[in-house]
């Protein structure tokens, strides 16, 4: 079989080290356009974390006009969306010809709309590599934001905007909000927890440093000065969802994550798998063994990946 993966942006080598020692892929790409990498001939149907969007049925087909490029592609489906590394102009104006659909930053919270969306390349200014079945339901594999710079205590309040609008997409699970209880571990400066006091929820949050001057006098918030992962589920008491952030060894946050889920199993957690150099594929395998769990790399995420429990 053939795919294309197209990597995050300047992650690429994260990429080719997860086809590799994941899952045993040597071989080179047989085509590279900019972050699209194209494999012939695979022995495996695979889905690496770090592709943002795979293309699961490329062609190629050359065109003469910018006219023909988009009727080619209208005459497959009606959503497409580019990702592009040359001719960009070009590309451009195929897009305008094409039905619109939204490329803009999106304002949180937001819905994805679980609509197919191909995927096209322009190789130069006469081909195209396409696909219009892909494993995304975004443009490109690709989720922006518009950040609002002034209020949040740190740009980490984007990872968590991120990850709650997938685990929407990913199960259908609605967002924390007015009368659901939650807990944060590591929570300072509190990028998060203002996160989820917008959205109305309460949140105990727990670090050996306080949080944000704003966030410590809001009334939805209870700030705790402690190790959080040195507290049991039975000293923090019923909470909705889980998060944390912590920079930790993920060994530790997966034994940490077991007894959270000894202790309430149907329970909600987002947690932040952050890789100490080298990854180690067969631990990121317990974590995705647990039932119930989607293991996705967002946008916003660098080295680690995001574990939810939903």
């Not at 190629?60 to 009606?78: C, N, P, V, Y």
């Not at 740009?155 to 259908?172: D, P």
Request: proline share 7%; aromatic share 12%; charged share 20%.
């Amino acid at each position: 079989m053939t795919r294309a993966f197209l990597a995050f942006p300047e992650q690429k080598n994260l990429l080719l080290s997860e086809l590799e020692q994941r899952f045993g892929i040597k071989q080179k790409p047989d085509a590279q356009y900019g972050d699209l990498l194209v494999y012939e001939n695979l022995s495996q149907d695979i889905l690496p974390y770090w592709s943002r969007t795979t293309l699961l049925e490329p062609f190629i087909f050359h065109f003469d006009s910018i006219g023909e490029a988009a009727g080619k592609l209208k005459e497959i489906q009606r959503n497409w969306a580019p990702y592009q590394f040359t001719s960009f102009r070009r590309a451009q104006l195929i897009q305008e010809k094409l039905p619109y659909i939204n490329l803009k930053d999106r304002k949180f919270p937001v819905k994805i709309p679980q609509s197919p969306i191909g995927l096209y390349t322009l190789i130069d200014n006469n081909t195209i590599i396409a696909s219009a079945k892909t494993t995304s339901f975004l443009p490109a594999g690709s989720l922006h934001f518009i950040e609002d710079h002034e209020n949040p205590p740190s740009r980490a309040y984007l990872k968590i905007q991120e990850s709650l609008t997938m685990a929407n997409l990913l199960t259908g699970v609605e967002l924390p909000g007015a009368g659901q209880h939650c807990f944060e571990a590591g929570a300072c400066p509190g990028g998060w927890t203002w996160v989820l006091v917008g959205l109305g929820a309460s949140v105990h949050a727990v670090d050996r440093a306080p949080l944000a001057d704003s966030l410590m006098a809001n009334p939805l918030v209870h700030f705790q000065k402690h190790d959080a992962f040195t507290l049991t589920p039975q000293e923090i008491g019923p909470v909705d969802w889980v998060f944390s952030d912590v920079i930790c060894y993920p060994e530790r946050l997966l034994e940490w994550i077991r007894k959270w889920l000894a202790f309430k199993p149907d329970l909600k957690m987002i947690c932040t798998i952050k890789m100490q150099g080298e990854i180690d594929w067969p631990l990121i395998d317990q974590f995705a063994q647990i039932p119930d769990s989607h293991i996705v790399h967002l946008n916003y995420n660098k080295h680690e990946l995001t574990w939810m429990h939903l």
